[in-house]
């Protein structure tokens, strides 16, 4: 289950409802699905995508996205710690950041810009059964949780939007992306 932190407030958010409330003036999405019991561990790319068609057809219709896949890293993928070098430091994409955790987890660290509830720096946690989406322009970086693995459904307009345009304000260098409670303590 998600939780917000936002270090300058010294304040935590775990309830759903409340993650939802604090994202929206960001334009970020969240939802919680149910994971346990509709998909089986070892599920395939294409199982996992056809056991949540129906809510991966209604976000394409929401954000406008057409394709769908499944991502897989673990401390065994070649490269693991190069291709997580690349989104670890503060950046924006010319499209959304849709994703959906199947298994593991990581963090999302938001430099958030709002009118309405004010520009802060805070770190969304997600793990199993958590959809998010990071809008196009929105600055933000990624790091996995320690156990350096994750299983998820990436949802695109077009995946060449996916790479990322670094923001070079170093914010970045002033937070450990380390993921919290019991699971890694
Ligand atoms: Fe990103």
Same mark, same amino acid.
């Given at each position: 289950?998600?939780?917000?932190?936002?270090?300058?407030?010294?304040?935590?958010?775990?309830?759903?409802?409340?993650?939802?409330?604090?994202?929206?003036?960001?334009?970020?999405? @969240?939802?919680? /699905?149910?994971?346990?019991?509709?998909?089986?561990?070892?599920?395939?790319?294409?199982?996992?995508?056809?056991? $949540?068609?129906?809510?991966?057809?209604?976000?394409?219709?929401?954000?406008?996205?057409?394709?769908?896949?499944?991502?897989?890293?673990?401390?065994?993928?070649?490269?693991?710690?190069?291709?997580?070098?690349?989104?670890?430091?503060?950046?924006?994409?010319?499209?959304?950041?849709?994703?959906?955790?199947?298994?593991?987890?990581?963090? @999302?660290?938001?430099?958030?810009?709002?009118?309405?509830?004010?520009?802060?720096?805070?770190?969304?946690?997600?793990?199993?059964?958590?959809?998010?989406?990071?809008?196009?322009?929105?600055?933000? /970086?990624?790091?996995?949780?320690?156990?350096?693995?994750?299983?998820?459904?990436?949802?695109?307009?077009?995946?060449?939007?996916?790479?990322?345009? $670094?923001?070079?304000?170093?914010?970045?260098?002033?937070?450990?992306?380390?993921?919290?409670?019991?699971?890694?303590?």
């Amino acid at each position: 289950m998600a939780s917000i932190s936002i270090p300058s407030e010294n304040r935590q958010i775990d309830n759903v409802d409340e993650i939802r409330q604090f994202l929206e003036p960001y334009g970020i999405w @969240f939802e919680n /699905w149910q994971v346990e019991g509709r998909i089986d561990k070892e599920a395939n790319s294409e199982e996992i995508l056809s056991a $949540y068609k129906k809510e991966i057809d209604k976000l394409k219709e929401r954000g406008g996205y057409v394709t769908a896949d499944v991502i897989q890293v673990s401390p065994e993928t070649p490269g693991l710690e190069a291709m997580l070098a690349k989104f670890s430091k503060e950046h924006t994409h010319s499209e959304d950041e849709v994703r959906f955790i199947i298994s593991g987890g990581g963090i @999302f660290y938001i430099n958030g810009k709002s009118e309405t509830a004010g520009d802060k720096v805070f770190a969304i946690q997600v793990e199993e059964g958590d959809l998010i989406n990071v809008p196009k322009r929105t600055r933000h /970086w990624f790091d996995l949780c320690q156990d350096r693995r994750v299983k998820a459904i990436r949802l695109f307009i077009d995946p060449a939007g996916w790479t990322p345009d $670094y923001v070079d304000d170093n914010i970045d260098d002033n937070y450990e992306p380390l993921c919290w409670g019991p699971r890694y303590i």
